[in-house]
């Protein structure tokens, strides 16, 4: 406990009296100081206990004391100690009165008792109690490394809330809570996520004091990480400001929290070396290879079946409608992958790092991600059905909304430079085969301007809106021209003809009535396609490419 009023009081060798304001005795004393200034009020910083003489002063004058200790009482003092056997024998009734109306603390100090001894008093008290933070604080520290070593980040936070005499919550990037303690400051801590979203927005480090929902409490809020972007955030939730041991004890657990939160970059380099390696291994068929190299490290995630996730970076610029129901559905998810978009600097692959490493976390899920040096791609393996999965959909959806335009005071542009390719699920054995599903994916969406396509949507699709891809224009436009360009002579519709004898099937009796002319008209136009074209329609390829051709070069019509 810091020194208050009533411990000098009660110290035995300063034989002090209390002549006014004994119901505030219990106020902390943080200095004593000597001044027989009439106006010591610019020199005082508050918490002092002021001890005089009154040397100029008339402490016999009531309405010069009342304005003196009114002024006193104003700065923060927290009890005048007056000497008598001094100036005066007694302590002047005019001070006393003045003092107990401005409900100041007045202590009368006896001639044998010096000022020096007042004030060592003072001195001593506060390096002991200083001491004792200190102590305190070294406890606190060694307890919080023992929680942190042995029972990870949650074993820390309960620690911290013994030490505080309250709660604590860990966030992670993206303002969720990971964990909390004890266990019902849950509801309390989700209710603060605004404010940590907030406080991301502020350089790192950052703190932020806040007043609990409905004034339950006093809530300090600290960045995690030595980044530019935090990596996680803590919440110490307690009754009052937190003292001096208490303060030790969060500065710990910040330290402690930042180096389990920040890995070191040689310890995230080794860690990428052995994901690729098991990722080489399962797309060479070798499971059982990548399991023995894996070890624990991704947990069950090489046994259950899995999805894989194939992002690369690609400088996007669209602007398509997107229909009004989707805009209030999107809405949410946009805007949190625009913020984390934003927040990644410009790189894309980071800021889908940052969103299925988090939502994995959160969830307690393995995930293996991979970046390929030498195609500038990521390659993530996750659970199927798990967060991490629905958290890449989610953002690849809100990314898609707000390039789209469909996220208020959002411009189109450039937020979503990012195209992603997910597999189908797949066990250990078909990795390769997910990991190709993945690849195709990820071309269609680069070709349809997507930010994501999922290779089951291509199975339960059509092929036709493949067609749109300009290499397939340019071979459809190169095998119809010269029938377009025998039509424009007005020779014929061979082209209409072609269309609907293969539409047909081949029956001519039924592509000829479709047309409105007899079939011998229908049998001369198609010898006529086969000899412009150079190519037998009884051939099923050469059948094949032209009803494609004629797919896509209607696509454009």
């Known amino acids: 406990m810091p020194p208050t009023l009533s411990s000098l009081v009660h110290h035995s060798a300063l034989k002090l009296t209390v002549r006014a304001g004994a119901d505030r005795l219990d106020v902390p004393v943080r200095w004593a100081h000597v001044s027989e200034l009439a106006d010591p009020v610019p020199y005082m910083e508050g918490g002092e206990l002021l001890l005089i003489t009154a040397l100029q002063l008339d402490a016999e004058d009531p309405e010069a004391m009342r304005r003196y200790v009114r002024r006193l009482a104003g700065a923060g003092v927290v009890g005048l100690g007056f000497a008598v056997g001094v100036n005066y024998e007694e302590t002047p009734k005019a001070l006393i009165d003045a003092a107990e109306e401005a409900d100041l603390p007045l202590l009368e100090v006896p001639r044998r008792t010096p000022f020096l001894a007042i004030s060592k008093a003072v001195s001593a008290a506060i390096a002991a109690e200083q001491y004792r933070a200190v102590t305190a604080g070294f406890a606190a520290q060694r307890e919080l490394t ?6 990870g980040p949650e074993g820390l936070l309960a620690a911290l809330a013994s030490q505080v005499n309250g709660w604590a919550a860990l966030y992670d ?12 400051a849950g509801r309390r801590a989700a209710r603060l996520t605004p404010d940590v979203e907030r406080l991301r927005e502020r350089p790192a480090p950052a703190s932020s004091v806040v007043g609990g929902p409905g004034n339950e409490d006093r809530v300090e809020l600290h960045t995690l990480g030595t ?3 935090p990596r996680a955030a803590l919440a110490v939730g307690t009754a009052a400001a937190l003292g001096t041991a208490e303060r030790y004890a969060v500065h710990s657990a910040i330290a402690l929290l930042t180096l389990t939160t920040e890995r070191s970059r040689s310890l995230q380099a080794a860690e990428q070396r052995v994901g690729a390696a098991v990722l080489r291994m399962l797309l060479a068929g070798q499971p059982d290879h990548a399991r023995a190299v894996a070890g624990s490290l991704y947990g069950d995630l090489l046994d259950a079946p899995f999805r894989v996730i194939v992002a690369e970076a690609a400088s996007v610029s669209a602007a398509r409608v997107v ?4 805009r209030v559905a999107l809405t949410k998810a946009s805007a949190a992958a ?9 790189d894309p692959l980071g800021a889908l790092t940052e969103v299925v490493e988090s939502a994995a976390a959160r969830a307690g899920e393995a995930v293996l991600v991979v970046p390929e040096t030498e195609t500038g791609r990521l390659v993530v393996l ?3 059905g798990g967060a991490a999965v629905g958290a890449c959909a989610e953002y690849a959806a809100g990314l898609e909304a707000a390039r789209a335009g469909a996220v208020p005071d959002q411009p189109a542009g450039d937020q979503g430079e990012l195209v992603v390719g997910l597999s189908a699920p797949a066990g250990p054995i078909a990795a390769a085969a997910a990991y190709k599903q993945a690849e195709q994916a990820l071309s269609v969406a680069r070709r349809r301007g997507r930010v994501c396509v999922e290779h089951e949507q291509l199975a339960s699709g059509s092929v036709l809106p493949l067609l749109a891809d300009d290499a397939v224009k340019a071979f459809a436009d190169g095998l119809l021209r010269a029938l377009h360009e025998h039509d424009a002579t007005g ?3 061979l082209v209409a003809s072609l269309r609907a004898w293969l539409s047909r099937h081949g029956q001519w009796d039924a592509a000829a009535a479709d047309l409105g002319v007899h079939r011998h008209t229908l049998r001369y136009r198609m010898r006529r396609v086969e000899e412009i074209l150079g190519r037998s329609l009884d051939d099923a390829d050469v059948r094949m490419e032209l009803w494609l051709a004629l797919k896509a070069t209607s696509t454009e019509e």
């Open 146 to 151: 023992r929680q942190a070593l042995n029972a």
């Open 323 to 326: 229909d009004p129901g989707t």
């Open 338 to 346: 625009l913020v984390v978009a934003a927040d990644a600097g410009g």
């Open 491 to 493: 020779r014929g519709d």
């Open 173 to 184: 990037a993206s303002g969720a809570v990971v964990a909390t303690a004890p266990e019902w």
């Open 382 to 384: 996750a659970s199927d």
């Open 227 to 229: 980044g530019r972007r």
